[in-house]
């Protein structure tokens, strides 16, 4: 087991430079980049996205064209300040060059600060955190406290109308878009046209300092109910089918038979037999469900919701070119997704001891 680990975690190496490579080169192929950003937000366009769509000025492209200048809506601007800018952005230097010293300075974990907002990019992921630690925490453990018990039940009593109707109560929950759900949650119960139960944006009130620490997490709880249930309500179907199928499974060996046969009870059947062998795919995932709803972010929500998470951050990275914040956040957050599924091998070997993967070719 020890070779296979090893083995594992030198691939990460290659891995996580290929995913690098990838999206560095496709970076420099799109328009709009941070110099841009800048001599846009100069000449008081505010968006150089307008320009390269065509919904800016109309003569832009001319210009570009006919002076040949090398970044679009520069015409006019001294080239000494050009030539700053790049220094000041590293652009002065060839991409192969550029790559290199961005992937040295990784490796070091030095991830340097954001072009835009005069803050590391480990201290703005870490302002950021708490939002997305909130979303996908309480939403992870909700998902499994209610699907998987409910996977049981349904696997149990497979064709009777309990498993009929919750079926397709969780069917219509996955069928209904996560941003919709937020948006009818509002509308309901955050004082959008019926009930204000609970507030619109944040994870605090602003009398947060004042509150006692029982009232703290009250008011806690009370700002991320509905976000939660928003980002949770569609993660219902998928496990509680897998449970559910994957009992049915086990159910029907014969080595349950065989323990009925010798008389022993439904639930030590169950849960001293089935429940193990059934788990092994559901709880083994858990490493990779922890990665996607702790690291990934929900935008949509997020936005609709006023809270400011990774969700947003990576948006707003995007549309600024805030190259720092995009590599830092893909580099920390790819390389977390591989050392978590090396971990999702080890907990099928630890749930289960008859799996070795050190026996298998890699």
Do not use: C
């Amino acid at each position: 087991m020890g070779a296979y680990i090893l083995r594992r975690l030198l691939l990460i190496i290659p891995t996580l430079v290929g995913i690098m490579v990838i999206n560095f080169a496709l970076v420099q192929f799109v328009p709009g980049g941070p110099i841009e950003q800048i001599i846009a937000r100069l000449e008081g366009g505010g968006d150089v996205f307008e320009a390269i769509s065509g919904a800016g000025d109309a003569g832009l492209r001319e210009d570009l064209g006919a002076t040949n200048e090398k970044y679009l809506g520069a015409r006019g601007l001294p080239p000494e300040f050009i030539a700053e800018l790049e220094r000041q952005f590293g652009f002065d230097k060839p991409p192969v060059e550029r790559f290199l010293d961005m992937m040295w300075n990784y490796l070091r974990f030095d991830f340097g600060e954001s072009y835009f907002r005069s803050i590391s990019v480990v201290d703005l992921v870490l302002e950021k955190m708490p939002v997305s630690i909130s979303l996908g925490l309480w939403s992870t453990l909700i998902a499994y406290l209610v699907s998987i018990p409910l996977g049981i039940r349904k696997a149990v009593r497979d064709g009777t109308s309990f498993d009929t109707w919750t079926s397709g109560a969780i069917i219509v929950g996955y069928a209904i878009p996560g941003f919709l759900f937020a948006i009818l949650l509002l509308v309901v119960f955050a004082g959008g046209s019926y009930l204000q139960w609970f507030p619109i944006r944040g994870l605090s009130s602003d009398n947060w300092a004042d509150l006692s620490w029982p009232e703290r997490i009250a008011d806690y709880f009370w700002h991320i109910a509905l976000p939660v249930l928003a980002s949770t309500i569609s993660a219902f179907a998928t496990l509680t089918l897998l449970t559910k199928n994957s009992f049915l499974d086990e159910i029907r060996k014969h080595y349950v038979m065989t323990a009925r046969a010798k008389g022993l009870s439904e639930g030590r059947v169950l849960y001293g037999h089935v429940f193990r062998n059934a788990m092994l795919i559901v709880i083994a995932g858990f490493p990779a469900v922890f990665v996607s709803v702790f690291f990934g972010g929900s935008l949509i929500i997020e936005t609709i919701f006023s809270l400011d998470g990774l969700g947003r951050l990576g948006f707003e990275a995007a549309v600024a070119r805030d190259y720092p914040v995009i590599f830092g956040t893909l580099f920390v957050f790819g390389l977390i997704g591989l050392v978590m599924g090396l971990v999702s091998d080890l907990m099928y070997v630890w749930i289960d001891p008859r799996i070795d993967f050190a026996t298998r070719e890699t």
